[in-house]
């Protein structure tokens, strides 16, 4: 069975001070790893798509990272518009019939970013 | 683009009525559409997978009889809650997706049952 694994729970900053959130991951064969934002009360809104082993992306303040047991998410120096709680989701590779395309989502990090 | 949208975003009903919600994607055709409960303070729960024309599939120990889900386009899933209670309040978010690509989640409704 697929398994998600987020740690911190939760972490504070302050503003401008850098950190990483970690998703450690089991899956029979990955297809993909997503990192997504949810904000309260708002569904979640997508950041990245990793696929393989060593790939990078980044968007503005974050960068995700991924090797064949984790990714992590890092935050330079963030801004207080950066708190939100943020997912990590994996996809098997193998997924067929009734698993096509299914996410599994670890219970997520609750950033919060003190000005 | 890639956006999601959901209606309505917040019902509340007395216990025993129906409730019908809809997810529309709005810029791309979804293959497939997923829908998902989350409870306060914990991570997203699926529920169930559509797939346009064909019957849902649903995760193991959600009632398809409770929750019927109808996936009738490309752009457009409903999922009604049948004879709602109130343990069925939760919140409700659907989401869209090409084959194997990424899934693009809806706004989310909020479903209070008096």
């Known amino acids: 069975e697929d398994q998600v694994t987020q740690s911190p729970e939760a972490l504070r900053l302050q503003e401008g001070e850098s950190s990483s959130l970690n998703c450690s991951y089991t899956v029979s064969g990955l297809r993909g790893l997503f990192w997504y934002r949810q904000d309260p009360g708002k569904g979640p809104e997508f950041l990245f798509t990793l696929y393989s082993a060593g790939e990078e992306k980044e968007k503005e303040r974050l960068k995700a990272t991924l090797t064949k047991k984790e990714s992590f998410l890092h935050i330079t120096a963030p801004k207080p518009e950066d708190s939100a709680t943020y997912l990590c989701?994996?996809?098997?590779?193998?997924?067929?019939?009734?698993?096509?395309?299914?996410?599994?989502f670890g219970q997520g990090t609750i950033l919060t970013v003190h000005p | 683009g890639a956006v999601v949208s959901q209606h309505p975003s917040r019902v509340i009903c007395k216990s025993g009525t129906s409730v019908k919600i809809e997810c529309r994607s709005l810029d791309f055709q979804a293959t497939t559409m997923f829908w998902y409960r989350q409870f306060p303070k914990q991570s997203l729960m699926l529920m169930a997978t559509s797939n346009e024309g064909s019957k849902a599939t649903y995760e193991q120990g959600v009632e398809k009889d409770k929750f019927l889900i109808n996936h009738a386009s490309l752009t457009l899933s409903t999922l009604t809650v049948t004879s709602a209670h109130p343990e069925d309040s939760s919140f409700y978010i659907c989401?869209?997706?090409?084959?194997?690509?990424?899934?693009?989640f809806g706004p989310g409704t909020r479903l209070l049952v008096l």
């Open positions: 989701a994996v996809q098997a590779q193998n997924a067929g019939g009734t698993s096509y395309g299914k996410l599994t």
């Open positions: 989401s869209a997706g090409l084959l194997r690509e990424t899934q693009y």
